[in-house]
């Protein structure tokens, strides 16, 4: 298991490229006082001298300081820009994958506001956010800050009354900058939480577009879409007009500022105390020594946000560890025997279990037919069998080994799953029978013919290559159910779980998915069958009962059956 400090070692892997950046910035810091000390010699010796070749001399001089800097800087650029692609690259895959894990974590299904902060997509943003953060000019004024002190050293050294007043700007800049995190904090975070709101409204609305048209519920949608876009649009106005405000009055004090030092500076040259080359020197200087801290100021809301994103994918990694199994350590091909044991699954936000106490042992190479009514349980029970349901006690064990010991990556093509809700993703046809991996073309026809699909997608304009954007919208909602099928039997699983499969099937599926099934059975595959038909039991070699949570009635088929049937003959209490 990794560290809780996984992120955190990473960016620390990066440590001799920000020692490095360190160095640069020294440098650069330490040259930027090239330009006040031009202007010392311009101004109280050239101009004193009249000497041409003493201009020449110093211009060139500082010309060369200047180039250094610039490369200098270039140089600090280039290296973090470098260490951000390579910060990305080193966490891309497990971001990938733990921001996945994090979404599957919520049993209850939630599609909204929560669900959205957690998404890939969001995990991505953080990344994305941090990457920026560590290769922008957010860290070069934590970089540059430390120099502050010296530069207003320097101030003093000219004079104590500059010094001072670099002081005071340095402080009235600070206090500015925690002042503008303390009031735009809490309106920034309302108005992100109501674009989320707006944003994840308007998707799952348009996922059911034709319903919402067919039903003429668009009016009443677009009411309540303009009430949360409405409270979006004043949350995001607070926001802009308070950093407007702010950014006026960060203004006002950086002109205040300059025009004040230059004024100081005149009055101590009227009063003899220092040189005119040294009053112009002052307003550069002064201003040199402020910069770090205005970089800060306007790096503050980014640093800020950095620094949330670093605590969210900090939580997220070390919520969701990396697989400790060696890359070259691999199980033996599971045989598909199931046994649960004292098993109950629950959820957030529910004062009962889903599941409640259920031991169930499924011998490999055969058919369990789970029915039941609606809410008893059975899709629950489908995803604690495949090992995708989070909050659960109890055991789940695949061939005696409890099934999330098993590495994810090894053990999902020796598993098979069709939900109730059929997602079919961007590619064409043959890639979503093959799962995304290398296409073996003669069990991608093997799981398509299967599912007596073959024929069907021959008359595709490109056959098994046709973009499923092009081919969804021939496809009947039966269709795109069997071709889940296929993908759910590509490559014979040892484990096949298949919820309410039948559910948009015509005469034609039906028999389809009986002859998949009885195939599955034959090649040692163990099938797990939820329905509501009855008509399935015939393919049943177990069978199970559920009701409220728990397993009314469970064995064989016949004996099953025989108990049922003698249940019913018993006469009823008076």
């Known amino acids: 298991m990794k560290r809780a400090s996984e992120l955190l070692d990473t960016v620390l892997a990066f440590k001799s490229e920000f020692l490095l950046v360190g160095l640069l910035s020294a440098v650069a810091n330490l040259l930027m006082l090239t330009p006040t000390i031009y202007m010392l010699q311009v101004y109280d010796r050239v101009m004193v001298s009249q000497n041409e070749l003493t201009l020449v001399a110093v211009s060139l001089i500082a010309l060369v300081l200047f180039g250094v800097i610039a490369l200098a800087e270039w140089g600090r650029s280039r290296i973090l820009v470098d260490a951000g692609v390579r910060f990305d690259e080193r966490l891309g895959t497990r971001i990938f994958n733990a921001s996945f894990e994090s979404h599957l974590s919520d049993p209850s299904g939630n599609k909204g506001q929560a669900a959205a902060l957690r998404s890939p997509a969001r995990s991505f943003n953080d990344l994305l956010q941090l990457r920026q953060f560590l290769t922008g000019n957010g860290i070069f004024a934590f970089f540059d800050v430390p120099w502050v002190p010296i530069y207003i050293a320097v101030c003093f050294f000219l004079h104590p009354l500059i010094g001072w007043l670099s002081v005071l700007f340095a402080l009235i800049q600070l206090s500015m900058a925690w002042l503008s995190h303390r009031l735009s904090a809490p309106p920034a975070e309302a108005a992100q939480i109501a674009q989320v709101e707006v944003s994840q409204f308007v998707q799952n609305k348009v996922r059911n577009v034709e319903v919402i048209e067919s039903m003429g519920m668009v009016s009443n949608l677009r009411a309540q879409w303009w009430r949360r876009h409405t409270h979006g649009l004043e949350a995001g106005s607070t926001v802009a007009d308070l950093t407007h405000r702010l950014a006026a009055t960060s203004k006002f004090v950086r002109y205040s500022q300059q025009s004040l030092a230059l004024g100081a500076g005149a009055l101590l040259v009227i009063d003899g105390q220092i040189t005119p080359g040294a009053m112009i020197a002052t307003n550069v200087l002064m201003s040199r020594a402020l910069a770090p801290i205005d970089l800060l100021v306007g790096s503050w809301r980014t640093a800020i946000t950095a620094s949330d994103a670093f605590k969210r994918l900090r939580t997220l990694l070390h919520a969701h560890p990396e697989d400790d199994l060696e890359p070259g350590l691999r199980r033996a091909e599971p045989g598909g025997e199931l046994v649960l044991r004292n098993v109950v699954a629950t959820a957030p936000g529910r004062p009962l279990p889903i599941l409640k106490n259920i031991n169930l042992t499924i011998p490999s190479g055969q058919v369990l037919v789970v029915l039941g009514a609606s809410g008893s349980g059975k899709s629950t029970l489908a995803r604690v069998i495949l090992g995708i349901w989070a909050d659960l006690k109890g055991e789940v064990l695949l061939d005696g080994l409890p099934i999330s010991s098993w590495n994810r990556a090894q053990l999902g093509p020796h598993l098979g799953y069709l939900p109730q809700d059929i997602e079919l993703f961007d590619g064409t046809v043959g890639e979503n029978i093959a799962r995304f991996g290398d296409v073996d073309s003669a069990q991608v026809i093997a799981a398509a013919t299967s599912a007596g699909l073959h024929e069907m997608i021959l008359r595709f304009p490109r056959g098994y290559d ?27 699983p040892a484990l096949v779980v298949l919820d309410e499969p039948n559910a948009n099937l015509d005469d034609a599926g039906e028999v389809a998915l009986a002859n998949t099934v009885k195939t599955l059975r034959e090649l040692g595959s163990t099938v797990v069958l939820i329905s509501h038909r009855q008509g399935v039991i015939t393919l049943a070699d177990r069978l199970l009962i559920m ?15 025989a108990a049922l049937r003698g249940a019913q003959r018993q006469p009823q209490p008076t």
């Open 547 to 561: 009701a409220d949570g728990q397993v009314s009635v469970e064995g064989p088929r016949d004996a099953v059956l």
């Open 466 to 492: 046709t973009p499923m954007g092009e081919a969804g919208s021939a496809l009947s909602g039966g269709q795109r159910q069997r071709i889940a099928l296929a993908r759910a039997i590509y490559g014979t």
